[in-house]
């Protein structure tokens, strides 16, 4: 059994207070121990950010370059397994698993790139003789508080291009992913990258986590989770003037209009709503289906999704692994409760057992509901879709749009009309034509609109935004 410590200047740290790290396909599995993180070791880990900013800072970029591109390559060259222990952790199933990690060894080699790529612009002045420079400047320790869905994935797109424009990190995963963080930062450390620069904390949200955003040597949070997290943390650092970025919930819409490919619009939601287990910000929650196209799609998608084999992460004929804990596991079963009495028809989601105890569950389709249901209003964040039936075009756009969140919509179509109109008026981060709103590439940018994202979008030369400062000169000759 593994052992996961704090990565504090260098050096593993941690206190007595453990927590243990299940296997959520397999709970006699048990992947590792994680060994608490306290105050003063947050206190150590943030002062060893701090102090590595000197030098981190004034280096070239192609010393961050090298580093950001070795740690890609281990990344990838390790990637079936990371992508196991990855499976084993969060129970997402293997080959899912092993593409989040090669995902992560793209991003740091795409910022790799983007270190040398970090230029700024010479404007001229209004006034004679005076020449103005716009630069972009490391911005200083950024917290980073990270979620389990995707144990290594957010991590690198987070510390990638922190890294690569010269800042230093204090990073707290998630309570129930140990492991992924762990490795990453071991990788981090055989590329060369000095102490102090990256430092992993682990331990609860409610201390470390508090404790991060509250200090005032901390620059920058940058957030990914539950949305009442995210505004709480949001409120306290603009209160003590920190620069913040959050990615939080999503309600995602998938529009299936009467003229789309039914093949197409059905693979479309099966992985939109149920991959991953349906544990994806972006997941296919709400199946929007014009009248015409509704009977066929929703028997069509009944029957595929029923096939669906769920079942252990490692297991090769495995398509939906378990549910990450129990209490998400008790959120999606008391969702369907709901949706049934709000008067929805639930096909599926029955907890099922496996040869190993593990939080199992088939996938679930709600049909007969309406966009005021709670099933449509609230995230779930498990293996379950709605089915709205709507009239037409334009009342499954207002549907889609009809919610407080706004990460990434989806519309299935083989009409030019629909699919341009969708993509301009869609009231969302992320626009997908004929295709899972879950599922975005790794080197553009990444967030949403409403009460899904807070603060610039991560990923892709857009994240410069928020881990570098704006520097105006004046120059006069
Ligand atoms: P989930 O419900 O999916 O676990 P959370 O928003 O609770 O989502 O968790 C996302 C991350 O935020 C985790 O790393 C968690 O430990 C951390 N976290 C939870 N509560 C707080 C808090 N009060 N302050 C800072 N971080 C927190």
């Not at 591109?69 to 992508?83: C, H, P, S, V």
């Not at 404790?211 to 940058?222: Q, T």
């Not at 037409?392 to 109109?421: F, M, Q, R, W």
Request: hydrophobic letters at 40%; one cysteine or more; a neutral charge.
């Amino acid at each position: 059994m593994s052992q996961y410590r704090s990565f504090i200047n260098g050096e593993w740290l941690g206190t007595t207070s453990t927590l243990p790290n299940l296997n959520p396909s397999d709970l006699s599995d048990v992947v590792g121990e994680a060994r608490l993180a306290d105050d003063a070791l947050v206190a150590d880990a943030i002062a060893a950010a701090r102090h590595a900013f000197r030098s981190w800072s004034l280096t070239t970029p192609q010393q961050r370059a090298d580093i950001l591109d070795a740690a890609g390559t281990r990344i990838l060259q390790r990637k079936e397994e990371l992508g196991t222990l990855l499976a084993r952790e969060e129970g997402k199933r293997l080959a899912e698993a092993i593409g989040e990690v090669g995902r992560a060894g793209n991003i740091f080699k795409f910022f790799a790139g983007e270190a040398l790529r970090i230029g700024g612009e010479v404007v001229s002045s209004v006034r004679p003789g005076m020449t103005v420079e716009v630069t972009r400047e490391p911005l200083g320790v950024i917290g980073m508080i990270t979620p389990w869905n995707f144990p290594i994935a957010i991590p690198a797109w987070k510390i990638a291009p922190a890294l690569a424009y010269g800042n230093t990190v204090v990073i707290k995963p998630a309570e129930a992913v140990p492991a992924c963080a762990t490795e990453l930062v071991k990788i981090l450390e055989e590329s060369g990258l000095p102490a102090g620069v990256v430092n992993l904390l682990l331990g609860p949200g409610r201390v470390v986590g508090e404790a991060l955003v509250a200090s005032p040597d901390i620059d920058a949070i940058s957030f990914t989770g539950s949305e009442s997290t995210g505004r709480a943390i949001a409120v306290k650092c603009v209160t003590s003037g920190k620069k913040v970025q959050l990615e939080m919930g999503g309600k995602n819409p998938l529009v299936v209009i009467d003229d789309a490919d039914l093949d197409v619009a059905v693979e479309a939601a099966l992985d939109g709503s149920f991959f991953s287990t349906g544990q994806r910000c972006t997941a296919s929650s709400r199946l929007i289906v014009t009248s015409a196209i509704h009977g066929q799609f929703v028997a069509a998608l009944q029957r595929k999704a029923s096939e669906l084999v769920v079942g252990h992460a490692l297991d090769k004929a495995t398509r939906i692994g378990p549910v990450v804990d129990d209490r998400q596991l008790q959120q999606n079963l008391k969702y369907l409760k709901i949706a049934a009495e709000e008067g929805g028809q639930v096909l599926g989601g029955e907890r099922v057992e496996r040869p190993t105890r593990g939080y199992f569950m088939r996938p679930a389709l709600v049909i007969g509901t309406d966009n005021t249901m709670r099933i449509n209003r609230e995230e779930v964040f498990g293996p379950v879709a709605s089915v709205i039936e709507v009239a037409d075009y334009e009342e499954a756009l207002a549907v889609a749009n009809d919610t407080p969140y706004g990460l990434a919509a989806g519309i299935c179509t083989t009409s030019l009309k629909y699919a341009s109109h969708f993509r301009r008026h869609a009231e969302a981060g992320m626009v997908m034509v004929n295709a899972p709103t879950a599922g975005v590439d790794y080197h553009v940018p990444f967030g949403g609109r409403k009460r899904s994202s807070y603060g610039p979008r991560e990923q892709g030369t857009y994240a410069r935004e928020f881990y570098t400062v704006v520097k105006t000169a004046y120059v006069k000759a």
